[in-house]
């Protein structure tokens, strides 16, 4: 049964930090690529990064130079650093992972941005 399994949301002040974890079982990690992505009530879930199987990473503009995306595949892992957070960065946030036909994707973690 495979599960990604997200962490490490909350709430946070403006320009604030916080990091997020996708712990992923029952797939042969390594190979996938792995992703993030976001909804905010009323809106469509969006890209916020992915990482290749490779670690070559890919950015929306609206993470681009806030946040980084990385992975560790002796752990199973991927990671969402998040800096300099904005009030509009306010969504609940979903790990995803793709492999040719396969794809997964977490419950979702809820970040807040708010003082």
């Known amino acids: 049964q495979v599960q990604l399994v997200e962490s490490g949301g909350g709430l946070v002040q403006p320009g604030g930090s916080l990091r997020l974890s996708c712990a992923a079982s029952g797939i042969i990690f390594s190979r996938y690529l792995m992703g993030w992505y976001r909804q905010a009530p009323g809106k469509q879930r969006e890209l916020v990064a992915f990482?290749?199987?490779?670690?070559?990473?890919t950015y929306a503009n609206s993470a681009k130079g806030r946040f980084t995306i990385s992975r560790d595949n002796a752990k199973n892992t991927a990671y969402l650093q998040m800096n300099s957070l904005k009030p509009e960065d306010t969504a609940v946030y979903y790990c995803?992972?793709?492999?040719?036909?396969?794809?997964?994707w977490g419950q979702g973690t809820q970040v807040t941005v708010s003082s």
């Open positions: 990482i290749g199987s490779g670690g070559t990473t």
């Open positions: 995803y992972a793709a492999y040719s036909a396969y794809s997964y």
